[in-house]
Structure formats: structure tokens, C-alpha cells
DNA sequence: TGTCATT
């Protein structure tokens, strides 16, 4: 009596490795701007009649458990990524507002000499940090107050288990521990991630922060919208998906 | 000056 099956099933792929050769190589493609809806399956459709694809993932938000909008897709040739780029790239797909990026992904293993170019440059990253916290602590909240308007009913920047929050013009040495110092004091952060340049290494000048609280994302986001960093003033707001106009 | 996440 076989005891494995339960009410789910797993079905596992197993399959010779494919040799590597050029007309194979760099066949996979980064694709953004996804409506957060789309499921792996309807990428997949949409980008199937350009080749074969050999294997697709859409990145998932690991607080929220939703698409973050990102996905890969690796092609059988970089002929038919070649081809979807061609096709898709700036496209919107039906019933999304907003357009796709597609493009070749960016290989792993290129990050780590830019993280050691960057191990290089230690020398000066202390610039913002002392006096960041007390300012931030001057905007005092009331926790007791706060828990009837927690998540949801929003338009912009909230999901399940937060309020995304977009923080624009941090410095190139940013990190995720400035965020940590300033979001912090204003209540429950569940996520902070500083963007960089994949080749470099060096923020890109903005980050995001996750906040499980309307109220406490919002004061934060009253506090620290104009807050000198550094030589910069940052702008902070709720995420908003690209292009507002 | 300018803006949304690279498995």
C-alpha cells in the first residue's frame, strides 16, 4: 500500500542537463512591470509563441506572499529571447495600465566582483551615521491609537501584511541598517531593502521599506518626507507603481 | 538634476 499520496500531488521533472553551447547561451530574460496578478502560467502564454521555454519563476514578495511584479524566463535560444525582447519590451499587456520591461537578465555571478570593488571603497560610510536617530525620535507617536485602519481599503502601496513605502534620493552608500534607524522608531518595520546597481554595487538612490501599520506608515512618512540624509533630502512616500501621470 | 525591487 502506497502511502504517499495525499490529497496533493507533486510531479517532479528530471532530465539530462543540456550541454552548453552558444545558440543556448544567455537565453534568459528579466522581465518587470508585471501586473501583480499575473501567474506564472499567463507569463508563460504570453511569452510562448516566441520559443520554447525552458523554465519561469515570478518573484514573490516573501512578507506579502504577492507577485512583486518580476519575473524570469529562460528560453530553449537566445534567438527566441532575442525575439520576445523584440515583441514584448515596453508592451502593456491587456488590462494592465502599465508597460513591461524585458530583458536579458543580469548573470548571478557577476555580483560578486562588484562586491568586492565596493569592499574596496570602505573607507568613507559613516557620513550619515550618528545623529540620524534622535531626529527621527523627535516625531513621537501614540501606539495605542493605531490598530483600526491597519492594512487594506488603500489604493497605493499596501498589501496583505503592509504599507510599501518608496524612499527617493538616499546616498550611493546606503544601506539597509539606515533604514532600519530611521523607519524603526515609527513603529512595526517588517521589511527594508536598499536598491543597488547590479554591476556596481552602489544604492541607486532609492530603497523601500515594508510597515505593517497605515498610521505608523503614514507618520513615518510625514516625518521623514524632506529629512536630510546625508547632503540629500529624501523623499518618502507610499510605493506607487511607475508612472503617475 | 530625478523615481519603483535581477531568481
Redesign the pocket.
Known sequence: MSSQQNSSEIKLQVSYARPSSDTIKDA???I??LPRTLSQPELEDMFACYGRII???V?V?QASGLS???A???FDKRAEAEDAIKHLNGNTPPGSSEPI?V??????NQ?RNSQMMSQMYHGQSRRFGGPVHHQAQRFRFSPMSVDHMSSGGGSS?NSPSGW?I?I??LGQEADEAVLWQLFGPFGAVV?V?V????NTNKC?????V?MTNYEEAAMAIHSLNGYRLGD????V????????K
Open positions: 534568459n530574460l528579466y518587470s512591470g523554465n519561469s519563476r518573484l514578495d512583486r511584479g518580476v524570469f524566463i529562460r520591461t530583458k536579458f537578465a543580469a548573470n548571478p555580483t502601496g510599501c518608496f527617493y534620493n521589511n531593502k536598491i543597488r546597481d547590479f541607486k538612490g532609492f530603497g523601500f515594508t540629500k533630502v529624501l523623499q512616500s507610499f510605493k506607487t507603481s511607475k508612472g503617475h
